[in-house]
């Protein structure tokens, strides 16, 4: 039976940035992966960029970002419904993460135009999370990391609190001073999403991994360890109804919504397609999808639309007359023609700036369109299908500023947590893009640190 000072559990961004700090403070360090290697990486491998705080221009970073305006952004996107000591301190850190990255192997880009704008906040990686993943893996195997894939842990064995093994699905024991919980969210676990959210959930996509299904989080809650987060809660998209059931990862998100008319499976609207630009709204389209019948919706165009938004992985379905559009999608034909007649009706004259608001809004139209509100008449049509895309799951550990895992009756000994699986405590409700990287990149560095300092 093999003995670590820290066994981390997990392959992606939060654990190899824990397993790195561990075996740079000299901690034995061994990673724990459920996915066999070609698969390694979770989520993180999926991601393109890195949200930043910054007082002047850093690496490809321009101009400033300060603590401030970071939580600001993100007392919107939540809503306040976040942990402000563990917020400000994700923040703060970011600054310090940056060049570590860099130290580490991971090269940065300047942002490439596109919907978001980022190139103030968000670094991007040359070569993706992929290229990322990559680099520290390598750094791990150049320190002396032990990895192991195809290693799902089961069951993390805590006696009165105190974690002494991990147990792997075939009964091998893994034995350490400390552990880092770094296995993510639950939402590959079908069962458990149907069972957070209802009857419906198992229409959802799953934009990432396959692994991250939650059984560790689920074994130490079941232990007494303390959970922060609403199950119902995740980030949650609108994507291409045609992508995989898991993993399709970024090109599936489609934008084409400010410039459509959007309609569900009895060809009726449902929400303002125009309520705000697309970075500040493409987030909330997940859970609005979800809530229709079936999960389905279908996003209808012009010929006037295309060119304005980032063109989806997947061929829309094209007719020259609504009639024909609403045949192959399979929605029923008069419903859509009178729903895009009475749309037609209320839309009003003005001047048209995609990506901007231009206050260009239908007129006693319920729901309204708020903005880029133009009569859907000139063929081709396009027609995109929806689907909830969920990123990940908000349900978590509960844990210090240390990011030490809280039991019932204060912090586990010896038990860390960092990533996705922590998220909760952070993100209550929405989201703001590159910061489940910073949160990774923040509580893994410290949970690292911190798992070797007590193992000695
Ligand atoms: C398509 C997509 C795009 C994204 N883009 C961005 C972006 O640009 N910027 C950003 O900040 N965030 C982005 N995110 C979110 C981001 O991926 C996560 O917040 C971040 O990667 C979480 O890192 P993590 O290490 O906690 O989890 P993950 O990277 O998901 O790693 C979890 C790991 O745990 C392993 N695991 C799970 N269960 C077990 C078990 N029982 N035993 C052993 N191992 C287990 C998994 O195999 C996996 O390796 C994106 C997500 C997706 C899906």
């Not at 093999?2 to 397993?19: E, W």
């Not at 304005?308 to 859509?336: C, I, N, S």
């Not at 908000?394 to 030490?404: I, M, N, W």
Request: proline letters at 5%; one cysteine or more.
């Amino acid at each position: 039976m093999a003995q670590y000072d820290v066994v981390v559990v997990g392959g992606g961004n939060a654990a190899l940035c824990a397993a790195i700090e561990a075996a740079e403070a000299g901690a034995r360090v061994i990673i724990l992966e459920s996915a066999p290697e070609h698969m390694r990486g979770g989520n993180s491998r999926h991601t393109r960029n890195f949200r930043c705080m910054h007082d002047g221009p850093l690496s490809v970073l321009t101009d400033s970002y300060g603590e401030e305006e970071y939580y600001d952004d993100l007392l919107r996107v939540t809503k306040g419904q976040t942990d402000p000591a563990l917020a400000r301190l994700a923040i703060r850190e970011s600054e310090a993460c940056l060049p570590w990255m860099e130290q580490h192997g991971v090269i940065f880009q300047g942002a490439l135009s596109g919907t978001l704008s980022l190139d103030r906040t968000n670094a991007f990686f040359l070569g993706g999370g992929k290229a990322l993943v990559n680099a520290y893996y390598a750094c791990a195997e150049d320190l002396g990391i032990a990895i192991r894939y195809t290693a799902e842990v089961t069951h993390i064995d805590l006696s009165e609190g105190r974690f002494t093994a991990a147990t792997l699905a075939d009964g091998t024991r893994i034995e350490g001073r400390a552990v880092v919980l770094a296995s993510g969210g639950f939402q590959a676990d079908l069962d458990w999403l149907t069972r957070a959210w209802g009857p419906g959930a198992e229409n959802f996509l799953i934009r990432g991994t396959p692994y991250n299904r939650g059984v560790v989080l689920r074994d130490v809650l079941d232990q007494g360890a303390q959970s922060v987060g609403d199950p119902t809660q995740c980030h949650c998209v609108a994507i291409d109804g045609r992508a995989p059931k898991f993993d399709g990862g970024i090109v599936t998100r489609l934008d084409c919504v400010p410039y459509a008319l959007v309609v569900n499976r009895d060809g009726a609207r449902f929400y303002d397609e125009g309520e705000d630009v697309w970075p500040k709204r493409y987030a909330i389209w997940g859970r609005l999808v979800a809530g229709q019948p079936d999960q389905i919706a279908y996003a209808i165009t012009d010929q006037k639309a295309q060119g304005l938004f980032m063109p989806p992985v997947f061929t829309p379905v094209k007719a020259d007359t609504l009639e024909g559009l609403a045949q192959v999608l399979g929605l029923p034909g008069t419903a859509l023609a009178d729903t895009v007649a009475a749309y037609n009706a209320a839309c009003r004259a003005g001047t048209f700036t995609p990506g901007a608001l231009d206050g260009l809004a239908t007129e006693g139209l319920e729901p309204p369109k708020t903005n880029w509100a133009r009569p859907l008449d000139t063929p081709p049509y396009y027609g995109y299908m929806l689907r909830p895309g969920v990123t990940f799951t908000y349900l978590g550990l509960k844990v210090s500023e240390r990011a030490r895992v809280q039991g019932a009756l204060g912090p586990l000994p010896n038990v860390w947590a960092a990533g996705e699986i922590l998220a909760g405590s952070i993100l209550g409700q929405g989201y703001l893009a590159g910061f489940g990287m910073t949160i990774g990149t923040v509580f893994g560095r410290i949970a690292g640190q911190e798992a070797a300092a007590h193992a000695g």
